[in-house]
């Protein structure tokens, strides 16, 4: 199972996907993504007040996590030996990121020392500080780079930081120049620009970016660099509150791209860099429901636009004299079933991300020339290093293995040869299975596991959903999945409506009054599994983030019996309260994805049907943790505790209505708050790590198992 998601921020009540991950770090749509794998930072201490009065119900789990703690760390140094692939090569250097900084290495002299460019210590413009003071904690605000941007010749270096905790975005700009015998100035930077998320060089002097406010991405600027100075100037703004705004290059670097993008419409604004015509124009302009994200190719636009069957996705193209939707002419319609996910143009070839009827990852070359002599590329083999996409794919167990499509002869080469990863691939299996839904619909379902499937009658299963947004399901390779897939678990991932898995239609489905079938989805998934002698109910838990938690807790409150534990984070739950609170970042933008309860009394009464708080009854629950963070701007923290509140009291009333000999042990219900705006978890790898740890804690306890016994080493 496999998808594709670039490496940006996060704009809704979404996580990022698993990913096959192109390594030229460049802008692209609405539809962007924060990477919250390992990132190099660097960080300095401050105080701030503890959130752990808000926290309950952990103290049972500490000896437990701190044993985990040992466990993962100990997997994440396993495969610290991973390559990062996060390089941007200009004409003359090749530039990377490292704790501290941002470096360069000469590409004809690469046996000369890297030189630092940006001093990320400086940056910060804090000393770093350790330890405890006056007994109150500390917490690292770490300073991580997101996007590094090289002028067309090198001249200068935009870099967009994002501050841990506070969310706070900051992007700088370092003069470049090319040294014989002395260094570049490490702490010397041009201009630094607040709240900034997207940027692009037009010319080595002029940059175009975006600002951040709130949530909300609506303004354009345009930096000029002088020899007198910077100019600020007023480029684009948008007035509709739910259009989020972006700036992007093509791939040529011909095209400067604004993209203008909402839940059901999308408008691009063009300026040709190539002419110096930098005043923007439309290519079409905004229409309800149609979608489309725009590449150039000599004198053409080649357009990926919602035009298609059943309105999927297509390519088509267009001059880009005569760029609207009257000139569009079609290059290339999937088969039926296949969905496309995403789209580049590497020289006289457009290169899509796609996905067969039985979700396989599918990439398929269409020549540009002769389009009709489209085909999909089959296996690796062996090409030159020219002319050349790259990529990663991974999974969630296994690390990610760089890829090279050479569209002129159609081989895919493996940057470890044989395609497998340095672990061994042939130590777990992948199952692809499809559940019934309720409505007949067939929902498919990726299963992970190390034995065949009628040996995990008594494996644990964690059961991974989140279908909302058009969002494929977070399928990024992370450590500790490999850990409790060697420990006997089975990873079950179900890719229920809501998400964007089969294409537009399958989130159209459960969007508003639709969302009941993300429910129904799940539970079909889990009866399936069942079925098939996967588990069962008693060792079976739940896991979810964001708007996930949604059909999760729905389905707690429906069938609670399915399932024994669930772990949620940053989790949606109370999506009456929220929809009802227009001052919120996000309301407004999130109608079209979950209803108006204000303005529409069809909306109100089916959020109300499937709210998890609002649904909340006295019955047994299963055992629950919920993470979530003190600042996040993203999912209001009023409403996990309220859920919090009402699950408790709900459990102790069930409890204090039946008789002792007939009750069952009360389901632990552990709020765990930390501090910090960031909505899908921490980036310090240390407090990630005390994170995790307490997940796993709470499972195996919960669900009633064995800590796994640490290997013994040999005696010599």
Known sequence: MACISPLFFLSARVPMQFRVKFWELTACKRKTWLSWSLQRCCSSDTSLSSSDHLSSGLERYKDLQKYFRRRLKDAYHRFSNIPDYSVVSGHHHLYFTEEDGIYRMDKKQSHLEPEQVLNLRQISGELEKTGLENNKRKQKFQWTVQRIRLSPRERHLAASLKCTHTEELRCVVVRLERR??????????????????SFEWATDEILFYTTLEGLRSSAVFRLDLTSSGSRITSVFEEMQPDVFVEVALTRDRQILTINCNSRTSSEVLLSDIATSNLEPFVV??????????????????????????????????????????????????????????????????????????????????????????????????????????????????????????????????????????????????????????????????????????????????????????????????????????????????????GGGERGLSWHRQACVGGKRRGVEDLQACLHHLFSLGVSSPSLTALTACSAGAVPVGALCNRHPLLMRAVTLQAPFLDVLGTMEDHSLPLTLEDRDEWGDPVGNPEHR????????????????YPSMLLTAYSGDNVVPLAGVLKYTEQLKKAVHTHSSMKPKSECKPAPNIALNIQPGANHLGTEDFELMLEEEALKLAFLYMELGLDPPRPRRKRRR
Request: aromatic share 8%.
């Open 284 to 497: 079409q302009p905004r229409q309800l429901n149609l979608l489309y994200h725009v590449e150039h190719w000599r004198s053409r636009l080649i357009i990926l636009a919602n035009t298609g069957l059943g309105q999927e996705y297509q390519v088509v193209q267009a001059p880009v004299s005569e760029p609207s939707m009257d000139s569009w002419v079609s290059l290339f319609a999937p088969e039926p079933g296949t969905t496309i996910k995403d789209m580049d143009v590497v020289r006289d070839h457009c290169v899509l991300v796609a996905r067969t009827p039985v979700s396989e990852l599918a990439l398929i070359v269409v020549p540009l020339i002769h389009p009709k002599n489209a085909y999909i590329v089959q296996k690796p083999g062996l090409a030159d290093q020219q002319n050349m996409l790259e990529f990663l794919i991974s999974s969630p167990v296994h690390p990610p293995v760089p890829y090279c499509l050479h569209p002129e002869n159609g081989l895919l080469l493996s940057g470890t040869g044989d395609g497998s990863s340095p672990e061994n691939q042939a130590d777990y299996i992948t199952t692809r299975l499809e559940a019934c839904s309720q409505d007949g619909t067939f929902v498919h379902v990726t299963l992970f596991h190390t034995v065949p499937v009628e040996h995990l009658r008594q494996a644990p299963l964690l059961v991974h959903v989140y279908g909302a947004y058009g969002r494929d399901l977070n399928m990024e390779f992370y450590p500790e999945k490999k850990v409790m897939l060697e420990q006997g678990w089975a990873l079950a991932y179900c890719h229920v409506r």
């Open 180 to 197: 014989r015998f002395l260094l570049l100035d490490p702490q010397h930077v041009t201009l630094t620009l607040e709240k900034v998320f």
């Open 605 to 620: 009464h089916i959020i109300t049907s499937y709210c998890p708080l609002h649904n909340i009854t006295p019955q047994h």
